[in-house]
């Protein structure tokens, strides 16, 4: 939760959900990239959109500035980064960070000062306020970071599932398992030895991705409350939930509308069926040829 959900505050501050400041922030008042350095460490690009000009004067006269706060629960990694600028460009350690982090950006003062602006709704015509330093000016909208998720493999099924062969002799049916970082197939150990042979040769790459991988990933999503959010959910919920919510391809789908859960897992493996049969077409002319 963020401090704007928790806190209120005895003088006017700008953000994008309140009017105590006219305009407020933009809706998309903060975008954010991460890249990949040389040493492995994570590299933070941030852009922050302010335009009040109260604020962008107090900035420029050094009595303000930017502070970005960033929270690594699982690693208590907890760090403040002040700058004039609107663009943070923050290089956070590899070993370090883990699991679900969250970053906050503000306009703090740097000094007490009066504090007045014509941009202050007309509750607050003709006031001043006393500022401390410290005070939050602007609160702009949070964001988090999920760096157990691999960015780079987010479209290979393999970074949410996982097939194995039974430990059981007698097992004849496929399990799923939904409890760890990964779906878990778990398969008969003869339909596991027929899948080894087949599961290398890409024509058939397509064929299984529609049947055992969609299979499970349509049950693993039925079967999820999604609209409850915690660090405590498993890494390919939280791999699914990243997609859905940052990939163009699934605007206007949300993963609690069952209706939509077969459109979901088709675009989350690539569309298999249309791979699947546009293999099988190729294999026949192949044969035909």
Known sequence: MSLSNVISYPYPVLTSYGDDVIPPLSENNVLSSMSI???????????????????????????????????CKNSFYRRSVRQSGNIFNVNLPRKIMAGRTSFNIFVVAKENFKYASPNFHTDY?????????????????????????????????????SIRKSDNESCSEIKYLFDSDKIIVEMPQVMFDAYNQFKLDRRYTAAMHASVVQNALLTALLQEDWSSDSDDDHLWKRT??????????????????????????????????????????????????
Not at 41 to 64: E, F, G, M, R, W
Not at 130 to 153: C, N, P, Q, R
Request: charged fraction near 30%; aromatic fraction near 12%; glycine fraction near 6%.
């Open 125 to 161: 015509e003709g006031q001043s306020f006393d500022i401390e330093k410290g005070d939050v000016l602007a609160i702009f909208d949070s964001f988090m970071y999920d760096f157990d998720i691999v960015y780079s493999k987010l479209k290979a099924y393999s970074s949410i599932m």
């Open 240 to 289: 699914i939930k990243y997609r859905v919510a940052h990939e163009e391809q699934f605007e206007g789908l949300q993963l609690d509308d069952k209706e939509n859960m077969a459109i979901i897992v088709q675009k989350l493996l690539g569309n298999p069926v249309e791979r699947m049969f546009e293999g099988f077409k190729q294999n026949v002319f192949e044969t035909d040829g």
């Open 37 to 71: 350095d040389e040493k492995g460490d994570y590299i933070l690009s941030t852009t922050c959109d302010l335009k009040d000009p109260t604020l962008l004067q107090l900035i420029a006269a050094n009595t303000a500035e930017f502070m970005m706060e960033i929270d």
